[in-house]
């Protein structure tokens, strides 16, 4: 063989291997590939993002408190810190279930909402045995207020002090009908304002909300509300917080949304969607699961909520988005008024609804 062959036949045989090894493509290494993390509603908000709770369910189900955990950075106490829960019997207070959920929030770093201090409904037997004159109740009420809110001072961001003082007619609730409060009845309609003043004696730090439901669907009783925080406001009465309850249904009109919000947002004060569920089933057929039509209606009706909120409500008035609990299965519609509903982003096995996606896109 010629020399200058070999030679050729060399540089061949080299160049080939190069470009052979060039067009391989290098293993893929699993190990080493960056891993993009799912969205996550807190993750996701540029306020906090809030769920109900109850102790039942967080003690009994692995898959609601790593709902909860993934998914959320606030937390409001569903019932443990309403009066029958908390002082059961006459100056008894029993902390126990609400600790409960504080120490769970304060382990994972969670805000703490605390609700509520002063409601006509959640009342304790006790309450309507109770015998004594106007000072004997103020004594009562002041009592309940301050050991409860001095109890947890230091510990929640804000209380809802006042819940549901407003009826459907625009009146301050009173005692004569079955929207009655007991509240109204013995301590005058001025109990709204002391029981602010009381808490912010016990608690000087905790944001104070006014918080009720259905100012997006009757604009008489929004009027109202925005009517009474004006009042005590010009009184020097701290109420620095609303919350827009928000239990609302598929077919509830945006432009009510839209308004309720908007209509707050000119008060100056901190705003709350305290505990949006979105009833997908309102004439409460027989359903055994929902159908795709309500499923995305529910989906866009959050979309609608969650943009009216971020769009409508400048950063420093946003105290945050609250769910009323985390999945279907655990909803008060359920398990409370009994009805067939799906009202929220999670479904019964804490499964991603559409809604879930429609709370993202409304953050986007
Ligand atoms: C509800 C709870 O979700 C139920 O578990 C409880 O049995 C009754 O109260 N408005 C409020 C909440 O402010 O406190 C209510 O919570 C729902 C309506």
């Known amino acids: 063989m010629k020399k200058s062959f070999v030679v050729f036949l060399i540089v061949l045989v080299g160049f080939l291997a190069v470009s052979c090894k060039k067009s391989v493509a290098p293993a893929l290494d699993t190990n080493t590939l960056p891993i993009t993390p799912l969205p996550t509603l807190k993750g996701s908000a540029p306020f906090l993002i809030g769920a109900s709770i109850d102790p039942t369910f967080l003690r009994n189900n692995l898959r609601y408190r790593e709902t909860l955990i993934s998914e959320f950075n606030s937390i409001t106490i569903e019932n443990m810190m309403k009066m029958n829960n908390i002082q059961p019997e006459r100056a008894r207070f029993d902390y126990a279930r609400a600790n409960e959920l504080v120490s ?143 239990h609302i249904h598929i077919n509830t009109p945006d432009a009510g949304i839209v308004n309720a919000i908007t209509k707050y947002v000119k008060t100056g004060l901190k705003i709350h969607i305290s505990e949006l569920d979105i009833q997908l089933n309102p004439s409460n057929e027989t359903l055994e699961r929902p159908t795709v039509a309500q499923l995305e209606a529910q989906r866009l009706k959050f979309l ?52 879930y996606y429609g709370i993202l896109e409304g953050l986007r």
């Open 104 to 246: 769970f929030a304060n382990q994972e770093k969670m805000r703490i909402h605390g609700h509520a201090l002063v409601w006509h409904e959640a009342l304790p037997g006790w309450i309507s045995t109770f015998q004594g004159d106007s000072l004997a109740w103020e004594n009562l009420f002041k009592t309940h207020i301050q050991t409860v809110a001095s109890y947890y001072k230091g510990k929640l961001a804000g209380w809802d002090v006042v819940n549901e003082a407003i009826d459907n007619d625009g009146g301050t609730r009173n005692d004569n009908s079955s929207q009655g409060s007991i509240w109204r009845r013995k301590l005058g309609a001025d109990y709204i304002a002391r029981a602010f003043l009381y808490a912010k004696e016990a608690d000087p730090n905790a944001i104070l909300f006014y918080n009720d439901y259905a100012q997006e669907s009757n604009p008489k009783k929004l009027e109202a509300i925005l009517r009474m925080v004006e009042d005590l406001r010009k009184s020097n009465v701290p109420v620095e917080g609303l919350g827009l309850q928000m």
């Open 304 to 355: 609608t909520v969650v943009r009216a909120y971020k769009t409508l409500v400048p950063k420093e008035q946003q105290y945050g988005i609250t769910q009323w609990n985390v999945g279907d299965a655990d909803s008060w519609l359920r398990t409370y008024l009994k009805k067939n509903e799906f009202p929220l982003p999670f479904d019964m096995n804490y499964e991603k609804k559409v809604s």
